[in-house]
């Protein structure tokens, strides 16, 4: 057990010594930390779902096309770096940011 908690708090402080070190504040910090909890919770969660329509054979094949983002039309563009574009994925994974646990 103290390796995987070593290890954690090893990344994280590593991390943290970064952010400082090119002139970002901790809080900075977190919110980077708290948007990557996110994408990663929401990839693992419908990758997991994917798996399992897959293994009982209830999936489709996915179509994935590349296109070029229009940035001027995007309304949820945050200062040209961040944009959701109405996607579902990110909603589990933010819900269980959002949602206290007792």
Not at 55 to 64: E, M, R, Y
Request: hydrophobic fraction near 45%; glycine fraction near 4%; charge should be negative.
């Amino acid at each position: 057990m103290c390796i995987p908690v070593a290890l954690f708090v090893i990344y994280n402080l590593h991390t943290l010594s970064e952010y400082l070190e090119t002139g970002f504040s901790v809080q900075s910090w977190w919110a980077s930390q708290t948007v990557a909890r996110v994408t990663i919770t929401s990839a693992w969660l419908f990758a997991v779902s994917s798996l399992i329509l897959e293994l009982f054979g209830l999936s489709s094949d996915a179509v994935f096309e590349v296109t070029q983002k229009d940035h001027e039309s995007s309304s949820s563009n945050v200062h040209g770096l961040i944009s959701f574009d109405e996607s579902s994925m990110f909603i589990p994974g933010t819900t269980m940011v959002l949602v206290p646990v007792r």
